[in-house]
């Protein structure tokens, strides 16, 4: 089998800042398309689908050639260089028989793998299941080719006809977007009246209200997170509470304003995790009757602040008046009558009357406030305005159904996208953010929580999330799409989208050359759920054009790969849905896939236990695989929360079809993985991966051994699966990262427990881990995790495990209390506190009770955790105080005991 780049080598370091750096990457990006969760980077996309599909150099000045090429190649900056395209597109016809190359991505999802693979020349095939994300594949990857190549025409200018160059695609979007606001403005533009002066209002923040539960109260109570309306480093302005009788009313202050009356905290909301608190008598109304009040219908809003914004002015900021509410009623009224008049023209509700997912499913919330179907998500204003859009996209599309007309398909999908891609910024939990003052996208995270208070935005002015703007955004991503096309010379243009299940892919044997995809995990991202905001909505604006997708009252989900636990049979029947559907479309994979064809895989579960599905699934699908590289896809400051522990890493997992070993003896195989990972993993280790990381990319770099044999079994004939070489893998990672960690030399003098709290720190930093992660490292380091709840500094926190430092135990300092059985990491917690108290005669009595004042492995423990931990740690203060005096201790010991004096050991 002739090898390919990514298997032997690949510049995970440089591919992984340029990833992670593309997060900050806006204009003309296909992320702002449209939203679709857990997007793979395009710069990995392109880097990885490139290196599998050359072959590895032959001298050492060609590797390095091409590696930098490869870097270059990664850079959002050269996606649209001429040369450096279409030396990559020449390098893989070449390298290749000089043929297209035709790929799949049977998770197609929001597009990155199936567009980069089309940059570089290949005939890009993208399957997904779901509906939405089969609209955006067709406007991130047909469309642009069919329709985006700019022709010349004949135009006048004054007296004289000149040929131009325009993009036909770009005009006519550019062209049906402005009129779409343009006809909205003009029939519901009276409800966003600007002021006397000439403001325009950007947006009205409301509150939900709740009476106060205290019979001698009932006040109403409003409830807000926090009154910040303005929070920059030179403008900070707020909403201020104050009681008036009954009555809570509100003024502006801050910048520009009133002063911010003294100890006042704007951060400090009426309410918490559903806890809310009236400010007349200060009576608490606990979280269960906050739900009980909302589903009963008791619980109201109530219109507090307009934004405004000026001609060359920014924000600014007026409390709500009786003239505002008066124009939200009005628009009440012309909702009730438009509902009406446009349900008997469409034959379904223009609102979305389709149920919200079920309670407690992976993500949702709001449904424990009374919030029940889809339209709920909107108030009336907000209601008004979108089935107006939805309306006048829909008044262009009623000759295009019978006219069969494909390129006024594709402008119609974009203004529907344009309406779709305005919702987020467009709702009932739609939050200000007083940092950037600008709405936040509800999809902050793959959730959609409860939000107490909300801005309804104008959504015909210019402000974020407005239709103008989403305009603006979806011109620049086709600007982008379409000058991809004119980097080549002969595109391949096909419709190569389709909706299908990747359990069942609509394609021959042995058809692919190449498959390039990223599944889902787990239940990471509740996909079908998330993506039905959107689709009750394109299912009113172009269903009609896309019977076949819009079939269902909501997206699909009986054959979505993703294990849920609302379900019968709760999380366990999820899991096993996911596990045997998943196998199942790895075996789909290895159908299409020509024989020694490539296959790359992407995976990013932060759990062991899905990468023991992923290996079994793999092994009982025939694809081998040839090497795993991690990438780094996350931005540095989300690389370790503190709350929880986060994978920063994509694994890019390297398959190829072809023929195993028949069956492999696990010791002999142990022996072959043990050498392999050994050079693997100083390679990982000097491209700068670490933490979880670390040990997720030795799983894959020992799968590349475990998988070339179609089954490996013990001596006494037992099948061995994945649990059995993860726990073998553990032993061998764990051994190699406290020997580097600690440079080497003194890994085989501490204990167990200590090696655990190393590499913990290594691991997780100070986040809490879920418990069956911190077990399993327990065990890679000899002891049972359990046997120490409540003792030393391991703590159970529900189904997490949180490792104390010594700022947060409570330990006996004093040096008598020194046993020959003290963990070092315990002696070295003590010394820490006492140095935090200034003792260091007692530091000094334990350092020579103990003998560690001598030792180097004492030092250079400390030393190696406090390099585990951020600059803001107060361990890592204590730890870099303490070792700063380490001199001096092995000064003092030597002096004060002259029989112990000896060199440092």
């Keep these: 089998m002739k090898k390919s780049f990514i298997e032997e080598s690949f510049p995970v370091r440089e591919v992984s800042e340029h990833s992670a750096r593309e997060k900050n990457i806006r204009h003309g990006h296909i992320s702002t398309l449209h939203i679709w969760w857990a997007r793979r980077p395009l710069a990995s996309s392109r880097a990885t689908i490139y290196a599998s599909l050359i072959p590895p150099p032959e001298t050492p000045e060609e590797w390095n050639n091409e590696r930098n090429f490869i870097i270059e190649l990664s850079k959002w900056e050269n996606s649209l260089e001429s040369k450096i395209i279409s030396k990559a597109i020449e390098k893989i016809r070449k390298a290749n028989g000089n043929r297209p190359l035709r790929m799949l991505d049977p998770f197609a999802g929001g597009g990155s793998i199936p567009l980069e693979a089309m940059r570089l020349g290949l005939e890009a095939h993208a399957i997904d299941y779901n509906p939405v994300a089969v609209l955006i594949l067709k406007c991130t990857l047909e469309y642009p080719q069919k329709f985006g190549k700019p022709v010349k025409v004949k135009v006048k200018e004054g007296m004289y006809e000149i040929e131009k160059e325009i993009n036909p695609l770009l005009k006519e979007v550019k062209k049906w977007g402005s009129w779409v606001l343009e006809e909205a403005k003009k029939e519901i533009g009276r409800f966003y009246q600007p002021d006397p002066d000439g403001s325009v209002p950007v947006g009205y923040i409301w509150a939900r209200t709740i009476p106060c539960q205290n019979p001698a109260c009932g006040a109403e109570i409003p409830l807000m997170r926090q009154f910040w309306l303005a929070k920059k480093d030179k403008k900070k302005v707020s909403l201020f509470p104050y009681v008036e009788g009954k009555e809570v009313k509100f003024k502006i202050v801050g910048t520009g304003y009133g002063p911010m009356p003294e100890g006042f905290e704007p951060e400090e909301g009426t309410i918490s995790r559903a806890h809310a608190k009236c400010l007349v008598c200060g009576g608490v109304v606990d979280d269960k009757t906050t739900r009980k009040l909302f589903q009963e219908g008791k619980a109201g809003q109530r219109m507090v602040a307009v934004v405004l914004t000026g001609k060359g002015e920014g924000k600014k900021y007026r409390l709500a008046t009786e003239k505002?509410?008066?124009?939200?009623?009005?628009?009440?009224?012309?909702?009730?009558?438009?509902?009406?008049?446009?349900?008997?023209?469409?034959?379904?509700?223009?609102?979305?009357?389709?149920?919200?997912?079920?309670k407690e499913t992976l993500g949702f919330r709001v449904q424990r406030y009374g919030m029940l179907k889809w339209g709920d998500l909107f108030n009336s204003r907000q209601k008004l305005a979108l089935i107006t859009f939805v309306e006048k996209v829909r008044d262009w599309i009623k000759d295009s159904v019978n006219e069969n007309n494909k390129f006024k398909k594709s402008v119609l999908t974009y203004l529907a996208l344009i309406l779709s891609r305005s919702i987020p910024f467009y709702s009932v939990i739609t939050r200000w953010e007083p940092m950037r003052e600008t709405p936040a996208n509800v999809f902050g995270r793959?959730?959609?929580?409860?939000?107490?208070?909300?801005?309804?935005?104008?959504?015909?002015?210019n402000v974020t999330g407005s239709l103008n703007q989403n305009l603006e955004w979806i011109i620049l991503v086709l600007e982008h799409l379409n000058k991809s096309q004119t980097l080549h010379s002969e595109p391949i243009i096909n419709d190569s989208v389709s909706q299908a299940s990747a359990t069942s892919l609509p394609y021959p044997d042995n058809y692919f050359d190449a498959v390039f995809t990223d599944p889902p995990y787990y239940d990471n991202v509740p996909y079908s759920y998330l993506s039905d905001f959107f689709y009750v909505w394109l299912k009113r604006t172009v269903g009609d054009l896309y019977p076949e997708l819009f079939a269902t009252p909501l997206t699909p989900k009986t054959q979505e790969i993703v294990a849920y636990s609302h379900t019968e049979g709760g999380f366990e029947a999820g899991k096993r849905f996911f596990e045997e559907n998943l196998k199942k479309s790895f075996q789909e994979?290895?159908?299409?896939?020509?024989?020694?064809?490539?296959?790359?895989?992407?995976?990013?579960?932060?759990?062991?236990?899905?990468?023991?599905?992923l290996i079994n699934s793999l092994l009982d699908c025939g694809l081998v695989i040839t090497a795993s590289w991690p990438v780094d896809t996350e931005m540095k400051e989300r690389l370790r929360a503190n709350e929880s522990a986060a994978l920063a890493s994509s694994i890019y997992l390297v398959a190829r079809k072809i023929k195993r070993i028949p069956v492999g003896y696990f010791n002999e195989v142990k022996d072959e993985i043990r050498q392999h990972l050994q050079t693997k993993l100083h390679k990982l280790w000097q491209e700068g991966v670490s933490g979880s990381d670390f040990f997720i990319a030795g799983?894959?770099?020992?799968?590349?051994?475990?998988?070339?044999?179609?089954?490996?079994?013990?001596?006494?004939?037992?099948?061995?699966?994945?649990?059995?070489?993860?726990?073998?893998?553990?032993?061998?990672?764990?051994?190699?990262?406290?020997?580097?960690?600690?440079?080497?030399?003194?890994?085989?003098?501490?204990?167990?427990?200590?090696?655990?709290?190393?590499?913990?720190?290594?691991?997780?930093?100070?986040?809490?881990?879920?418990?069956?992660?911190?077990?399993?490292?327990?065990?890679?380091?000899?002891?049972?995790?359990?046997?120490?709840?409540?003792?030393?500094?391991?703590?159970?926190?529900?189904?997490?495990?949180?490792?104390?430092?010594?700022?947060?135990?409570?330990?006996?300092?004093?040096?008598?209390?020194?046993?020959?059985?003290?963990?070092?990491?315990?002696?070295?917690?003590?010394?820490?506190?006492?140095?935090?108290?200034?003792?260091?005669?007692?530091?000094?009595?334990?350092?020579?009770?103990?003998?560690?004042?001598?030792?180097?492995?004492?030092?250079?423990?400390?030393?190696?955790?406090?390099?585990?931990?951020?600059?803001?740690?107060?361990?890592?203060?204590?730890?870099?105080?303490?070792?700063?005096?380490?001199?001096?201790?092995?000064?003092?010991?030597?002096?004060?005991?002259?029989?112990?004096?000896?060199?440092?050991?």
């Excluded at 009623?329 to 997912?357: F, H, S």
């Excluded at 409860?450 to 104008?458: F, S």
Aim: net charge negative; hydrophobic share 40%; with cysteine.
């Design 324 to 358: 505002d509410m008066e124009i939200f009623k009005e628009a009440e009224k012309y909702l009730e009558e438009k509902r009406e008049k446009l349900m008997m023209e469409w034959g379904i509700d223009p609102v979305p009357d389709e149920p919200l997912p079920p």
């Design 446 to 461: 793959q959730a959609l929580p409860m939000m107490w208070d909300y801005i309804d935005i104008n959504p015909l002015s």
């Design 589 to 613: 994979i290895h159908r299409v896939l020509k024989p020694e064809g490539v296959a790359v895989i992407v995976y990013a579960h932060k759990s062991t236990a899905g990468w023991e599905t």
């Design 699 to 905: 799983i894959g770099s020992a799968i590349e051994v475990f998988g070339k044999y179609e089954k490996v079994m013990d001596y006494e004939g037992n099948i061995i699966r994945a649990d059995k070489l993860l726990e073998f893998v553990r032993e061998i990672v764990t051994d190699y990262a406290v020997r580097e960690i600690l440079h080497n030399g003194v890994a085989g003098e501490i204990s167990p427990l200590t090696r655990f709290y190393i590499l913990y720190r290594w691991l997780f930093g100070e986040a809490k881990a879920e418990f069956d992660e911190a077990r399993k490292l327990a065990g890679s380091c000899g002891f049972e995790l359990s046997n120490y709840f409540g003792k030393s500094f391991i703590r159970k926190e529900k189904e997490f495990i949180k490792v104390l430092g010594p700022q947060d135990r409570d330990l006996d300092t004093n040096p008598e209390a020194i046993t020959p059985n003290t963990e070092l990491i315990d002696i070295l917690h003590k010394c820490l506190k006492l140095w935090n108290m200034g003792k260091s005669d007692d530091i000094l009595k334990i350092l020579q009770e103990t003998g560690y004042g001598y030792k180097e492995v004492f030092y250079k423990v400390a030393q190696a955790v406090s390099e585990c931990l951020s600059i803001e740690s107060k361990e890592k203060k204590w730890l870099d105080g303490f070792l700063s005096g380490k001199d001096r201790y092995i000064e003092e010991i030597k002096k004060q005991s002259e029989p112990r004096q000896g060199r440092l050991i």
